[in-house]
Structure formats: C-alpha cells, structure tokens
C-alpha cells in the first residue's frame, strides 16, 4: 500500500540545485490512491454468490473477473510507491547532491510502523480474533521484521485477518534497498537499476513456473514482484525529461485499456493459479504495465480535465490521505461485520454487508489518521529534505 509524498508542478533543475526544495505534493494521486484501494476492498469484500447468476454464463464470469480484478489494485499500490519515492530521491538529489538514507528510513518508518505495529498488536492479544486462527509466535516475527511476505509464499494464505500485510512487508523490503541502491550508483545510472528489477522479476518469474511452484510464490515473493518496482521508478525517472500533458481522450483510453487489462488477466491469465504457468506469469508481467500506464496517464492529465477535478476533489482527496490505514484495518472490518452477523443470527445482504463495512473501514481510517497517525506525521518535519505534504 503506498505511503509517499507527491507531486508538484514545479521541477528543479539537475545542474542547479535551488537554495530552497520545492514542495512536492499532487492531490490527484491521493485520489488515485483511494481508487486503488477501493478495487482492493470490492475484490475482498464482494463473495461471488452475491454476484447475479441470471445474467448469462458469459456475463456472469466477466462481472466475476472484474470484482476479482480489483486486487490488482495492490499492482497500482507498489507502482505508485515507487514513482513517488523515485521521484522524491531525485528531487533530493537534485537539491542537495546526495541522497541521505538515514532520514529517508526514518520518515519511511514514521508514516508505517504506527499503524502497522498496531495492527499487529491487537492481532496478537485477541487470540482467535473473530473466531479465525490465532497468528502463531513464529508467522508473528516474520511480519514483525517485514518478512511476512515469505510467509505467505511459504505456507500460503492462512491468516485470514492479516496476510494483506504482506504488500506492507514487500514495500519496507523496497525502502530499506532503493536508497541504498541508488546512492551507489549514482545518478546517471538509477535507470539502469529500475530496469535490473524488471529483468529480474521476469526471471524469478520464469524459474517458479519452471519448478511448478504453488501460485502464492508468484504472487507475493519479493523478487517475482519487482517489475511493480522497476517500473515506477522507471517512469519517474523518464517523466522527468519530458514535460508533455496527455488530453482527456487519451487519458480516459489509457485508463480504460488498464481496467481492461486488469480484467482480461483475471479472466484468462489469473496469477493465483496453481500450479504456477507460463501464462500465469505473464499476466502478472501485464498487470504491472497496465498499473503503470494507468500512473502515468494520470501524472500527465490535463489540470482541467474531468478525470483530474475528480480524483481532486475534496471527498476523494481526503480519503486518499487515509487510505494506508484503510488498507490495513479492511479485513478486520469485513470479517467483523460477518461474525458479528453470525453472532446476532441476523444475515445481512451482500450489498449492505459491503456498505456497512466500507463505512466501518473509512471511520477507522479517519480516526486512525487523526490520533494515531498525524503526530508520527508531524515528526517528520524533522527529517524532511523535500516537503511532501500538502501546506
């Protein structure tokens, strides 16, 4: 789930570095954020019986594929994490001529571990939270030094109320390498790294479908998702040579086309197959593209067009900004609701289940965000380089 700074409209030049960094903050990325989690939250939250059988068998497995597209909104997530933390690092770069690391580790550690921790906390201290299984002391520590991901591949997805996490554990795995990464090579070659991630990814990729590994290995394994990585530094790193703006039309084909490649994918080429295919792993590689065309299209829309006022807007906005802790507190306001439904012997509608636990989730999150998360936030300041918050 991605936690960054944004954008701004002004870029400092490499060769000049300005006395005073210029903030770096766009609120139509905290728009497409909420987008991303909301495919994420209608992908887990929406079982399949409550999907319409009367409308065909075709119909039916196309509205199927789409609800269950939505989890490749976690694909949008790490996409948009690394543009934004690329272009934060080159930012910094350009201001100041080196990237500092320690700082970097900890804004990164300020804005996640609160809620992350917490989270995991009360998983812990409510044994069989919601009558699902206990999170065992040995699955706990993986999660608890960001490994949780490997976990996932290693046993599969049997902690019902926590295994979201593991995009957590993947993108902290990313922040404590990136820097580093980038700092040793130097500037002229930080898009040669972005490409290396790329390559690797579809290589890791390539030897888990030749070994026939089980589909969580492809799905949640750090090396099998770096082109998610690579490719959002990539297009930070070329969007900064360019200057261009994409008109509505062009932007509303470019999000259709990903859309409809999260679709198709999920249709045809699902990931979670298993045993893992040649198939599977390239509809894994495409569902990385289409998540970072659909970026770019949106860093590169027109300030006027209908799409931009949209993910604007104040209400899109302002869930955006919270949509790390509504990420994380989604599970356990679904399943809540359901055992409380079973608990009471009172069945909720599909729809209304939905409703009431997105409803749920939001009122979290906002809490979240104003107790917990806003004086972490507020720390921050002090190890800022490029502000990245909105004034």
């Known amino acids: 789930m991605v936690t960054a700074g944004q954008g701004h409209v002004e870029r400092p030049s490499p060769s000049t570095a300005p006395s005073v960094p210029t903030r770096f903050y766009r609120p139509e990325l905290d728009g497409l954020r909420f987008v991303s989690f909301l495919m994420v939250f209608v992908a887990h939250s929406v079982p399949q019986h409550a999907i319409p059988r009367g409308m065909g068998d075709e119909v039916y497995r196309w509205t199927a594929s789409a609800v269950r597209a939505g989890g490749f909104g976690v694909d949008v997530f790490l996409v948009l994490s690394a543009f934004l933390i690329t272009e934060l690092l080159m930012r910094e770069h350009a201001h100041s001529g080196r990237i500092r690391v320690v700082p970097f580790w900890i804004r990164r550690a300020l804005r996640i571990w609160p809620v992350f921790f917490l989270y995991l906390a009360v998983h812990a201290i409510v044994p069989r939270l919601f009558g699902t299984a206990f999170m065992g002391v040995d699955a706990l520590l993986t999660f608890v030094f960001f490994a949780g991901n490997w976990t996932s591949a290693v046993v599969g997805p049997t902690l019902p109320l926590a295994n979201h996490l593991w995009t957590i554990c993947l993108e902290e795995q990313f922040y404590l390498a990136w820097p580093l990464l980038l700092s040793a090579l130097g500037r002229t070659r930080w898009i040669l790294a972005g490409l290396g991630a790329v390559a690797v990814a579809w290589l890791a990729r390539g030897v888990l479908v030749r070994l026939a590994a089980p589909s969580p290995w492809l799905w ?5 998702r770096l082109d998610t990585f690579g490719l959002g530094a990539i297009l930070a790193l ?10 509505t039309r062009a932007v509303l084909l470019a999000c259709l086309a990903s859309f409809g490649t999260l679709i198709v994918v999920t249709r045809y080429m699902p990931p979670t197959a298993t045993p893992t295919t040649t198939w599977t792993s390239v ?9 970072t065309v659909l970026v770019g299209a949106i860093v590169r829309d027109d300030p006027g067009s209908a799409i931009r006022r949209l993910l604007t807007s104040r209400a899109m906005v302002s869930c955006g900004k919270v949509s790390y802790g509504a990420y994380v507190y989604h599970e356990v306001c679904i399943e809540g609701l359901a055992w409380l439904s079973r608990r009471g012997g009172f069945p909720i509608p599909p729809l209304l289940h939905v409703t009431v636990a997105l409803a749920l989730t939001l009122g979290a999150s906002f809490a979240s965000y104003r107790l917990l998360e806003t004086p972490f936030l507020r720390l921050k300041d002090r190890w800022t380089i490029i502000p990245s918050r909105p004034v």
């Open 283 to 291: 509809g894994l590689g495409l569902t990385a593209i289409a998540a």
């Open 220 to 224: 949640v394994s750090t090396p099998a």
């Open 238 to 247: 070329t969007l900064a040579r360019t200057d261009f703006r994409l008109g």
